[in-house]
């Protein structure tokens, strides 16, 4: 699976759109990028995937760019409890299996 | 519909000692999935069942094992316990066989002495 790149940490005031970055130049045409996060103590949480037409559900929307290099989560109206870790993983469609490899993530704090 | 349970939350070992870690998946759901998270290492893959089956295995010792039942509930398997095998121990599961997307447990937070 393609390896990706997160800034370490961002911060976000409340109410505001939250913006989170995520490079993966060498993904290849059958992998996908999915978006996990992890609040403090918890495990982490599923939030959207996609191949490479932007995706939107109720928590959040993904943006991919026409190159598929590179990718941005947004969380439109960030609270306080969006403070968590994201996690941006790219992985082939239809692997075989659920096999994730998490990165050192972004750590996300929303502010009052 | 509940959740994916973890039995125990918390619990602590000594050295050499073995420990077992239970995990009930959704509902439904047969596919299992094993992760360690230490500070140092993050998130790692353990291993996956599907069916009974292991599919896949991470990079980790003959120490660490697990088995998934015919009802998709599962258990992990920890022998001869070191220091750095105290972790937090995630167990994640998903209706399907390949589709990614993962719905995990609060974890087991396991301390060796």
């Known amino acids: 699976d393609a390896k990706t790149t997160q800034p370490p940490s961002m911060d976000c005031a409340e109410g505001r759109a939250a913006n989170l970055p995520c490079n993966h130049s060498?993904?290849?045409?059958?992998?996908?990028v999915y978006w996990y996060r992890q609040i403090h103590s918890q495990g982490p949480q599923y939030i959207i995937h996609?191949?490479?037409n932007n995706e939107t559900n109720e928590m959040a929307s993904l943006i991919i760019t026409e190159d598929r290099k590179s990718s941005t989560l947004i969380l439109p109206h960030a609270t306080l409890r969006d403070t968590a870790v994201y996690y941006c993983i790219v992985r082939v469609a239809f692997h075989a299996g659920n096999m994730l490899t998490f990165g050192g993530g972004t750590r996300l704090m929303v502010k009052p | 519909k509940a959740g994916v349970t973890q039995t125990p939350r918390y619990l602590i070992k000594t050295r050499g000692q073995q420990v077992t870690l239970s995990c009930s998946p959704i509902s439904g759901h047969r596919s299992v999935s094993w992760y360690q998270q230490t500070p140092g290492q993050g998130l790692q893959f353990l291993f996956e069942y599907f069916s009974e089956t292991q599919r896949n295995k991470g990079n980790f010792p003959g120490r660490f094992s697990g088995r998934q039942f015919s009802n998709s509930r599962s258990e992990m398997n920890v022998s001869t316990l070191e220091l750095g095998d105290s972790a937090l121990y995630l167990c994640?599961?998903?209706?399907?066989?390949?589709?990614?997307?993962?719905?995990f447990g609060e974890g087991s937070r396991l301390t060796v002495l």
């Open positions: 994640a599961s998903s209706l399907g066989a390949r589709t990614g997307e993962l719905f």
């Open positions: 060498t993904i290849s045409g059958n992998e996908y």
């Open positions: 996609g191949l490479k």
